[in-house]
């Protein structure tokens, strides 16, 4: 499979979800953005690597990193390789010089080391076509989304959109991407998409 090289072109915090912030991945050299919810322990530890804070104290992900280069370990890559029930599953692509290991880890996590190693980040062409947004000049337009189940939460926050035209969740969705708001977008973008399907 090809894979797609993505940038982070947005972290911002949550309006709809206590805690919560939108990283936004785009594709280099394209329109589309991949909005992904994380914890807001995450997004610091992002946040802090991207604005070259100092943190009187390592960080998780600063000390991961001083750890692998005291080893001579090197993260080449990372590739946020699956979605499954609007989760997204990525892997760190190690190496020591000689073997090259693939390791687990949560997306929010591979972000934040990728931003520390300065290694890509990659994804594949279904997860921009499943969960990606597709902007073209002023227009923002949602791809075709894969059924996502992030939790009853979730459901419960995007019932009250069950009641409005489709001409009125476009409006929606235009406010929700002028005021930054990923992650209202991402509720929005779910219930066009099911209308879509159904």
Do not use: W
Request: with cysteine.
């Amino acid at each position: 499979m090809k894979k797609i090289k993505l940038e982070i072109v947005g972290l911002s915090y949550s309006q709809t979800q206590s805690g919560a912030y939108a990283l936004v991945l785009g594709e280099v050299n394209g329109r589309r953005r991949l909005p992904i919810i994380i914890g807001g322990s995450e997004a610091q530890a992002i946040a802090v690597e991207i604005e070259k804070m100092t943190p009187t104290r390592p960080l998780t992900h600063d000390l991961f990193k001083s750890f692998a280069q005291a080893f001579q370990i090197n993260i080449q890559e990372v590739i946020i390789y699956n979605l499954v029930d609007g989760i997204f599953f990525a892997k760190l692509i190690c190496s020591d010089g000689d073997q090259i290991q693939e390791i687990d880890a949560r997306t929010s996590d591979a972000v934040a080391l990728a931003v520390r190693f300065a290694c890509p980040i990659h994804t594949y062409e279904f997860i921009l076509a499943s969960a990606g947004i597709m902007i073209e000049g002023n227009d923002f337009v949602f791809l075709e989304n894969i059924d996502s189940a992030a939790g009853e939460e979730k459901q419960e926050a995007s019932a009250g959109y069950t009641a409005l035209s489709d001409d009125e969740l476009k409006e929606k969705l235009q406010q929700a991407l002028a005021e930054e708001a990923y992650e209202k977008a991402v509720k929005i973008r779910d219930e066009l998409s099911k209308r879509k399907s159904s």
